[in-house]
Nanobody
């Protein structure tokens, strides 16, 4: 069982930056894939970015060039650096992890609000 805890959300003005963190309760060395998803009320959860154990990454088209996902296996933590934030980035951001064994986990979410 792996517990994921997000932090770093908050209120930021358009054009600003935030860094989200996802701390895992156990080693992420065996985590096949980790990702960040966002969700707004009444809408499905959407993939923002993901990173694989190989280090390869994927991004939603809407965040390419602005967001950067990374993971630090030594700290059991994944990050999402969010730059040039736009009002449409406003959402609850969730951390996700998929183990090699097939078990998957979600964090509790952290609110990101981009507004002037």
């Amino acid at each position: 069982q792996v517990q994921l805890v997000e932090s770093g959300g908050g209120l930021v003005q358009p054009g600003g930056s935030l860094r989200l963190s996802c701390a895992a309760s156990a080693s992420i060395f065996s985590i096949l894939r980790m990702g960040w998803y966002c969700q707004n009320p009444g809408k499905p959860r959407e993939l923002v970015a993901q990173i694989f154990s190989t280090g390869s990454t994927n991004y939603a088209d809407s965040v390419k060039g602005r967001f950067t996902i990374s993971r630090d296996n030594a700290k059991n933590t994944m990050y999402l650096q969010m730059n040039s934030l736009k009002p449409e980035d406003t959402a609850v951001y969730y951390c996700y992890a998929l183990e090699i064994r097939g078990n998957d986990y979600w964090g509790q979410g952290t609110q990101v609000t981009v507004s002037s």
